[in-house]
C-alpha cells in the first residue's frame, strides 16, 4: 500500500509539473541553431528579429524604441520560456560529443546576451527515449542535464545558484507515438523571470 501511495504521489507530482508547462509552450530546435534563434525562443518575443529597424537621425531613437516597458508590457511576457535543444552525448554516457558543446556555446551565448541575462534561473532538464529501466534512464537523463549544465559554469562563468540540473528520464517523451525515436533524446532549457 505505502509503494503505491508513493507511485500515486509521483504520478500527481509529475501531472502538476507538467501542465505548469504545456508541452505547447515549448518550441524545438533542431540540429546547432543560431545565437538569435535561441534568444528569440527563449525571449518571449514571438516577433521576428529580421524586421528592419527604422532609420535613425542625429542620434535620436524613435519613442517606441527608447521608452521604458511598462509593467504590464513587462508582465505580459511569459514567466517561464522553454525551448527543447538537441545536446548531443557519447553514446550510453554523459560526455558531451563536438556538436553538443557547439550547441552549449551558442546557448551559453544566447544566455549571456542583453535579452536573457536578467532570468532569475535556468533549468536543464535531461530527457531520455524509452529504451532501458526507468531507474537507468532517470539517472542518465540527470548526468547528462549535469554535465551540460557543468559546461555552461565552467566556459561561460555563470554562477552555479543560477543553473540547476534535473533528470526527466523517459517520463515526458516529446513523441510518444515512437518512444525509442531520437527525438525523445534531448535537453530542455526553461528560462524563469
Excluded: C, W
Amino acid at each position: 500500500m505505502k509503494q503505491r501511495n508513493t507511485q500515486l504521489l509521483f504520478v500527481l507530482i509529475a501531472t502538476v509539473a507538467t501542465l505548469a508547462l504545456a508541452d505547447d509552450d515549448v518550441r524545438v530546435l533542431r540540429g546547432k541553431p543560431s545565437r538569435e534563434q535561441v534568444i528569440q525562443a527563449l525571449s518571449g518575443n514571438a516577433e521576428q528579429t529580421d524586421a528592419p529597424r527604422p532609420m535613425l537621425t542625429r542620434g535620436l531613437v524613435p519613442m517606441s524604441e527608447s521608452r521604458a516597458k511598462s509593467p504590464a508590457e513587462e508582465k505580459s511576457r511569459p514567466a517561464k520560456r522553454a525551448l527543447d535543444l538537441e545536446i548531443m552525448f557519447e553514446y550510453d554516457s554523459a560526455r558531451l560529443t563536438k556538436e553538443g558543446r557547439e550547441v552549449l556555446d551558442v546557448l551559453g551565448d544566447a544566455l549571456k546576451s542583453e535579452e536573457l541575462a536578467n532570468a532569475r534561473l535556468i533549468t536543464l532538464e535531461g530527457h531520455t527515449d524509452a529504451k532501458g529501466s526507468e531507474a537507468y534512464n532517470n539517472a542518465l537523463s540527470m548526468i547528462r542535464a549535469q554535465a551540460a549544465r557543468q559546461y555552461l559554469i565552467q566556459k561561460f562563468s555563470f554562477q552555479a545558484d543560477k543553473i540547476r540540473s534535473l533528470g526527466k528520464g523517459k517520463t515526458q517523451l516529446a513523441d510518444p507515438a515512437d518512444p525509442n525515436g531520437a527525438v525523445n533524446r534531448r535537453v530542455r532549457v526553461i528560462v524563469e523571470g
